[in-house]
């Protein structure tokens, strides 16, 4: 692989497992340096043993106000620069809303939009002063149709992409290129409420994707040349409606 973001710094949230970590590892490959945020310090401690100086440990729990408060002065005073922030961590709430708990929609809702809306607040001083950078969101097809059996879900992925392409039309006139990519039903820990019969029929009909394509779509948003802004990659799998 060309190595099309060597030099460059990114924070990836969510890097643990799924879309995050697939994305850290193919930005690895193209040369970044990455610094992995996560709330699992163990999986965080074995990665970054596998990648050596490639990856960098960002233990942050995104749903205490204090620890996401933190991550952006944290991260700075350890490398000193971002150039790349990719907003990825969520969770999922599916099924009817009657069946759903408060506090399950309090919590996604919390993850889903309020911490991406306070980390990409944070990072934006860094940015602009350093005159550019690239921040992502992951979004979602839900966040394009309203999926009858995702409410919560949909309406946190709506609020995260208007978000998106309003703070882009703010900030691209200080270099930051705001972009969001949108998968559909993806092979990873957000699908673990699904019962394991839809899981292996949905699998076996070719309708959910590899975290990997997800993580390809990243990257090209990341290796545009700057005059290039990818507003969005919807990135589904051929049988979704099979």
């Not at 060597?6 to 850290?24: D, F, M």
């Not at 193919?26 to 490639?54: E, F, H, P, R, S």
């Not at 979602?140 to 919560?152: F, M």
């Not at 703070?167 to 394991?196: C, E, F, M, Y």
Request: glycine fraction near 8%; aromatic fraction near 4%; include cysteine.
């Amino acid at each position: 692989m060309t190595e099309v973001l060597a030099g460059k710094i990114a924070v990836v949230t969510g890097a643990a497992s799924g879309i995050g970590l697939a994305s850290s590892e193919i930005m690895m490959q193209a040369g970044a340096t990455v610094v992995m945020v996560d709330c699992n310090a163990k999986a965080l401690a074995t990665l970054t043993k596998k990648w050596g100086d490639k990856a960098i440990a960002q233990v942050t729990d995104l749903l205490d106000s204090k620890s996401c408060a933190a991550m952006i002065p944290e991260i700075l005073k350890k490398i000193g620069r971002i150039d790349i922030f990719y907003c990825n961590a969520g969770t999922y709430i599916g099924g009817d809303l009657v069946e759903t708990d408060a506090v399950s929609i309090d919590r996604m809702l919390n993850l889903n939009v309020n911490t991406v809306i306070k980390n990409v607040h944070g990072v934006l001083p860094h940015m602009i002063k350093q005159g550019g950078g690239d921040i992502i969101v992951t979004s979602s097809l839900a966040g394009r149709s309203a999926i009858k059996h995702e409410p919560v879900y949909s309406a946190s992925k709506f609020a995260i992409t208007c978000f998106t392409q309003t703070t882009r039309r703010q900030v691209n006139k200080h270099g930051i290129r705001v972009a969001q990519v949108s998968p559909g039903p993806v092979i990873s820990a957000l699908l673990d409420d699904w019962p394991v019969e839809k899981l292996e029929a949905a699998k076996q009909a070719g309708a959910l994707i590899d975290p990997s394509e997800v993580a390809e779509a990243v990257l090209f948003i990341l290796s545009r040349p700057r005059n290039v802004t990818i507003h969005d990659i919807v990135v589904l799998p051929t049988n979704i409606d099979a």
